[in-house]
């Protein structure tokens, strides 16, 4: 189905497995997705809650979304839950430091993720030396996660080649700056092992 999201935070329909779930509102109709989002609320889910269980596509529900890590949909926009993931979402907050509220957090993720008004992702020109790991840059057109000294070209099947970081110049980052941020503050993102 259409449902897995990439770094860049488009919605594609291939086989690899989620380690997340979450959503972004309403996005589908009958069994297609018909928009790109439906606000300012992107959030990244646990796939189980409480023994909660809710069939997908169903008419007037959010759409659910699969993440193949947290650093994907860290890349892609989107943050920890408050209810499902209330310690993560709480670590994640207490990092963006000032005890920001979640409205806060996903009007700022909002215009740092999007050019206003459109469904085009911003990219941010940063500098290599600043960036920490868990952060996607794009790369002559493909997504590749920063860890340690190297960098690993994600795919639609998941971690692939490993080549070194640069260590001069700037990148055109993918993940939000306000993540960025979170994730220089200590927030211990979930990465696949296969990036390592």
Excluded: K
């Excluded at 497995?17 to 979450?22: D, H, I, N, S």
């Excluded at 990244?44 to 890590?69: A, I, K, M, S």
């Excluded at 993931?85 to 907050?93: F, G, L, S």
């Amino acid at each position: 189905m259409r449902n897995r999201v990439t770094p860049t935070g488009g919605i594609v329909d291939v086989p690899l497995r989620g380690a997340w779930t979450g959503n972004r509102g309403v996005l589908h109709e009958r069994h297609e997705i018909v928009r790109f989002h439906a606000g300012d609320l992107w959030i990244t889910c646990v796939l189980e809650f409480r023994g909660r269980w809710r069939e997908q596509w169903l008419p007037g529900r959010y759409t659910h979304l699969y993440f193949h890590d947290e650093a994907v949909s860290f890349a892609a926009g989107h943050r920890p839950c408050g209810e499902c993931r209330r310690p993560a979402y709480t670590a994640y907050r207490d990092a963006w430091g000032g005890g920001p509220s979640a409205t806060a957090m996903n009007r700022q993720l909002h215009r740092e993720r999007l050019h206003r008004g459109t469904h085009r992702r911003r990219l941010h020109e940063l500098s290599w030396a600043g960036l920490p790991d868990g952060v996607f840059v794009l790369r002559d057109d493909h997504p590749e996660l920063l860890l340690g000294d190297h960098l690993t070209e994600w795919t639609t099947t998941g971690y692939g080649t490993r080549r070194p970081r640069p260590t001069t110049g700037t990148a055109q980052v993918l993940t939000p700056p306000a993540t960025i941020a979170v994730l220089r503050a200590g927030y211990p993102v979930q990465i696949d092992d296969t990036a390592r």
